[in-house]
T-cell receptor, first 111, second 115 residues
């Protein structure tokens, strides 16, 4: 069956370091992958979209990679700040209209 | 724009009662999605609409769940009768158009607790 895996354990890093979150998928061939941020008690907020023919996408301190051979996306936050602390969700297209979300990884950035 | 509006924000009810969750999408958005989020299963798509028409309800857990979108600015998700296992946060999201490349804008969610 189709499956999206994100590290369920929280990622704790020190301010200023680069945070790297992983999204792995199986039995999928997605054309697009999105990353969302979710703060406690709030809905997810869109961050970035990357297409299967794009190896890398950047937006300010964020960088996303998409490796269709490894079936993996990496999400990087450089020069991390305590304000980056949140849960980050990856989402893959399951059909032309639907997104399937991973369970998310909680990031905690300590000053 | 006020964003996606959901009501109520919190709902506590007893098993067997009917629960109705409401959503107002962003004006001009043509697609609307209902999700359920739990710790165990994450964010699951229940149903989505394009131009007020239900397109895919394969995520609706069972017949106790129903959703309607009578017009472009309003949708409801109803659970009847509710059960404790329905306890979760329910999100409504909207997007400008259909398609997996479209950004989905989420509401604040309704936290449902069924006793």
């Amino acid at each position: 069956s189709q499956k999206i895996e994100q590290n369920s354990e929280a990622l704790n890093i020190q301010e200023g370091k680069t945070a790297t979150l992983t999204c792995n998928y199986t039995n999928y061939s997605p054309a697009y992958l999105q990353w969302y941020r979710q703060d406690p008690g709030r809905g997810p907020v869109f961050l970035l979209l990357i297409r299967e023919n794009e190896k890398e996408k950047r937006k300010e301190r964020l960088k996303v990679t998409f490796d269709t051979t490894l079936k993996q996306s990496l999400f990087h936050i450089t020069a991390s700040q305590p304000a980056d602390s949140a849960t980050y969700l990856c989402a893959l297209d399951h059909s032309t209209d639907k997104l399937i979300f991973g369970t998310g990884t909680r990031l905690q950035v300590f000053p | 724009d006020a964003g996606v509006i959901q009501s109520p924000r919190h709902e506590v009810t007893e098993m067997g009662q009917e629960v109705t969750l409401r959503c107002k999408p962003i004006s001009g958005h043509n697609s609307l999605f209902w999700y359920r989020q739990t710790m165990m299963r994450g964010l699951e798509l229940l149903i989505y609409f394009n131009n007020n028409v239900p397109i895919d309800d394969s995520g609706m857990p069972e017949d106790r769940f129903s959703a309607k979108m009578p017009n472009a600015s309003f949708s409801t998700l109803k659970i009847q009768p509710s059960e404790p296992r329905d306890s979760a946060v329910y999100f409504c999201a909207s997007s400008l158009a259909a398609g997996a490349t479209e950004t989905q804008y989420f509401g604040p969610g309704t936290r449902l607790l069924v006793l």
